[in-house]
C-alpha cells in the first residue's frame, strides 16, 4: 500500500486526478471502476475540468460503479445513477453505452442472476483497470460492511444502522435511506489492477488507520487492500492523524524515483 497525505482534500484529490488522466492517457480505452459519496466529489470536479481545459478524453473509457440503492429508479435524485450523472458523466465525453451502474430496480430471486450479468459485463469489457474507492467511518468498501466475506462477488447486501444514518443527510428523512443495496463484493473489488481509496476528514481517522496498519480482518473490509498489489491511499491530514507510520509515508512519496511520480 503506499499512502499518499496532502495537506487538503482539494491537493489530495487533484493529484489522485491526474494518476486517472495519466491511465486514460496511457490506455484511452481504460475501464474505471467508481465511486458516490460526498469523498469524490473534488476528484470528479477535477477530471471535468480535466476534460474541459486540457481536453482529457473519456471517449473509449468504460465505467463500472460500485454501488446501488435497491428500490430507487435510475431518476431518482438520491439514486447512484442520479449522482454519477450529476456530478461526473453528464460533464465529460464518455459514451453511456460504456456506463455500467447496477439497476436499482431488479427484485426478489432476479437479484442474483443480475448481479452474475453484471460481473459478467466487467470481465466483457477486460476487467477494471482502476477501481476508485472511498471508505466508511466503519472500514466498509462499496458497500460491504464488517463481516463481509473478503471473497465477496456483486450480490445484494443489508445496510447497518450506522451506514443508514451516515447517508441520511441525502434524503428527506431518514427513514427513507433503503435497508438494501447491490454492491460490488470485496473478492470484485480486489481483482481492480489498481486500487486508489479515497479519505478525507477525521471522521475518516480510525477507518484509515485500522485500514493500513490494523489486521486484515472481514471487521474492517478496507483492511483487505493490504493483500493488493496496487492500492493508493489519498488521504488529507485530519484522515491521516491516527496513522503510526505517518513520517515514512512522507519519506517515500518524498523520495520516489522520477518515473514512478503521479
Ligand atoms: C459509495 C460507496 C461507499 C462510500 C463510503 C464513504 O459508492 O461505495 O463505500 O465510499 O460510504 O462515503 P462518503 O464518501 O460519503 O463518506
Known amino acids: 500500500m503506499e499512502v499518499i497525505i496532502q495537506s487538503s482534500r482539494e491537493v489530495s484529490s487533484k493529484l489522485a486526478a491526474r494518476n486517472i488522466a495519466n491511465l486514460i492517457r496511457r490506455k484511452p480505452d481504460a475501464v ?3 465511486a458516490t459519496g460526498s469523498t469524490p466529489l473534488p476528484l470528479y470536479a477535477e477530471l ?3 476534460h474541459r481545459e486540457e481536453g482529457l478524453d473519456f471517449g473509449k473509457v468504460t465505467t463500472f460503479n460500485l454501488d446501488e440503492y435497491l428500490g430507487l429508479a435510475p431518476s431518482h435524485p438520491c439514486s447512484y445513477n442520479h449522482f454519477m450523472w450529476t456530478h ?3 460533464h465529460i465525453n464518455v459514451n453511456p453505452s460504456r456506463v455500467f451502474v447496477p439497476s436499482g430496480l431488479v427484485e426478489g430471486t432476479a ?4 448481479c452474475e ?3 459478467e459485463e466487467m470481465r466483457r ?3 477494471i483497470d482502476l477501481q476508485v ?3 466508511g467511518g466503519d472500514g466498509h468498501i462499496g458497500f460491504n460492511e464488517p463481516g463481509s466475506s473478503l471473497a465477496s462477488r456483486t450480490r445484494i447486501k443489508t445496510l447497518t444502522a450506522r451506514t443508514r444514518a451516515d447517508n441520511a443527510q441525502y434524503f428527506v428523512n431518514a427513514d427513507a435511506v433503503p435497508h438494501h443495496v447491490i454492491t460490488m463484493g470485496v473478492g470484485t473489488i480486489l481483482e481492480a489492477r489498481e486500487v486508489n481509496l479515497l479519505a478525507f476528514g477525521e471522521g475518516k481517522a480510525a477507518a484509515v488507520a485500522a485500514a493500513v496498519e490494523g489486521p486484515v480482518t472481514a471487521s474492517v473490509p478496507a483492511s483487505i487492500l493490504q493483500m493488493h498489489p496496487r492500492t493508493k491511499v489519498f488521504a488529507d491530514e485530519a484522515a491521516a492523524t491516527k496513522l503510526v507510520r505517518t513520517e ?4 517515500v512519496y518524498d523520495n520516489k524515483p522520477d518515473w514512478q511520480r503521479i
Do not use: M
Open 133 to 135: 474507492l472511498g471508505v
Open 111 to 114: 437479484i442474483e442472476k443480475y
Open 125 to 127: 469489457a477486460g476487467g
Open 32 to 34: 474505471l471502476g467508481l
Open 117 to 119: 450479468r453484471y460481473e
Open 88 to 90: 461526473l458523466f453528464g
Open 48 to 50: 471535468i475540468r480535466l
Open 248 to 251: 515514512y509515508y512522507h519519506w
